[in-house]
C-alpha cells in the first residue's frame, strides 16, 4: 500500500490540476454578504438561450443551445420634486418585486445659487426579468430623466470554466476519499487529509463563486441618484422656455456671467485692497531707489568732466 500511494496522490493531482488550469475570475461589486438569501442553484436564474459556436457555423444537424449568463445591471438619474419620499417609494418598491434594498444615503447638496437640497443614493436589486417594471416604476412621476444606462456582462464562459474546474476537483476528492479508506499508515493518513482539506477548501471557494455567479445574474443592481428639483429651475427668455440642450447651454452661461460678476466684485472688495496697501510701499521704495541712483550717476558725470577738461 506504501509503494503505490504515491503514484495514487500523482494521478489524482494531475486530473485536479486538468480543471485548474484557469484561474477563477474575481467579482468586486458586492459582498457575498449583500446578495441576500440564498437562492436554489437550479432555479430563480435568468438565463438567455443563445446559438452554440456549432449552430452558429451550420455545421451538424439540429442547433444546439447554451445556456447564456447575463447579469444586467442599470444606473439612473432623475429629477424629483421630493426627493425624501421619492427615496421611501424606492425603498418600499424593492421588497414589492421581489428584491431588496442595498444601500440608501440621504444628504445635503447645493445649487449654483448657494441653496441647500436634498439629495439621495438608493442602491436596490430586483429580479433581472422584473428589470424594466421597476425602472418604469421608479421614473413614474418624476420632473426630468438626467441619465438612464442599462448594462450587460455575459459571464456565460466563466461560469463553463468553474463548472469545469468543480467537477475535477469534486473528482479528485472523490478518489483521495477512497484512498483515504485503504490506507493504514500514519504517515499516509496525514498525507492524504492534508490533500483532501486543500481540495475541499478550493471547492468550496468554487461553489461560492457559482453561487454569487448565479444572484448576480438573478437579481439586477439599479443604482438611482435622486436630485431635487430646485437645482434645474426653469429659465425663460422673452416668454421662450428652453429645454433639453438648449436650456442647459443657456443656464451654463447664466452660471458663467454670475461666477464672472462675482469674481469681479470679489477682486474689487477684497484683493484690489491688497494690493494697494502692499504696492503703494513698494512703489514708494522703487522711486526712492531710483533717485538714489540718478543722484549717482549725475555726481559720476560731474566728476568725469574736469577730468576731461584737464587732458
Do not use: H
Request: charged letters at 25%; one cysteine or more; a negative charge.
Amino acid at each position: 500500500m506504501k509503494k503505490i500511494l504515491p503514484f495514487i496522490l500523482l494521478a489524482s493531482f494531475l486530473l485536479a490540476a486538468c480543471g485548474a488550469s484557469r484561474a477563477a475570475p474575481q467579482y468586486t461589486t458586492d459582498s457575498f454578504a449583500t446578495i441576500g438569501a440564498p437562492l436554489p442553484l437550479d432555479e430563480g436564474v435568468a438565463y438567455e438561450a443563445a446559438p452554440s459556436e456549432d449552430s452558429a457555423t451550420g455545421s451538424g444537424g439540429q442547433a444546439s443551445q447554451v445556456e447564456r449568463m447575463v447579469i444586467k445591471n442599470s444606473d439612473l438619474t432623475i429629477v424629483v420634486a421630493d426627493v425624501e419620499s421619492r427615496m421611501k417609494e424606492i425603498n418600499d418598491l424593492a421588497p414589492k418585486l421581489g428584491g431588496y434594498v442595498v444601500s440608501s444615503n440621504l444628504y445635503q447638496s447645493y445649487t449654483n445659487s448657494s441653496v441647500q437640497v436634498p439629495e439621495a443614493n438608493v442602491v436596490i436589486r430586483v429580479p433581472s426579468e422584473k428589470l424594466e417594471e421597476a425602472l418604469t416604476a421608479i421614473k413614474k412621476g418624476a420632473v426630468e430623466v438626467q441619465n438612464e444606462s442599462i448594462s450587460r456582462q455575459d459571464i456565460t464562459a466563466d461560469y463553463t470554466d468553474m463548472k469545469s474546474r468543480l467537477k475535477n476537483l469534486e473528482s479528485a476528492e472523490a478518489q483521495l476519499e477512497a484512498i483515504m479508506k485503504d490506507a493504514t499508515e500514519t504517515e499516509d493518513v496525514i498525507n492524504v487529509f492534508n490533500q483532501l482539506t486543500y481540495y475541499r477548501e478550493q471547492i468550496e471557494l468554487i461553489k461560492g463563486q457559482m453561487k454569487y455567479s448565479e444572484e448576480s445574474v438573478a437579481l439586477s443592481a439599479i443604482t438611482i441618484r435622486l436630485v431635487a428639483e430646485e437645482t434645474i429651475q426653469p429659465i425663460k427668455v422673452a416668454g421662450w422656455e428652453p429645454k433639453g440642450v438648449a436650456r442647459d447651454a443657456i443656464q451654463n452661461l447664466v452660471y458663467f456671467f454670475q461666477d464672472f460678476i462675482s469674481f469681479i466684485i470679489y477682486f474689487i472688495l477684497n484683493t484690489l485692497p491688497k494690493l494697494i496697501v502692499i504696492g503703494i510701499p513698494l512703489y514708494l521704495i522703487f522711486l526712492g531707489v531710483r533717485a538714489v541712483y540718478r543722484k549717482m550717476r549725475g555726481g559720476k558725470k560731474k566728476a568725469e568732466k574736469p577730468a576731461e577738461e584737464k587732458k
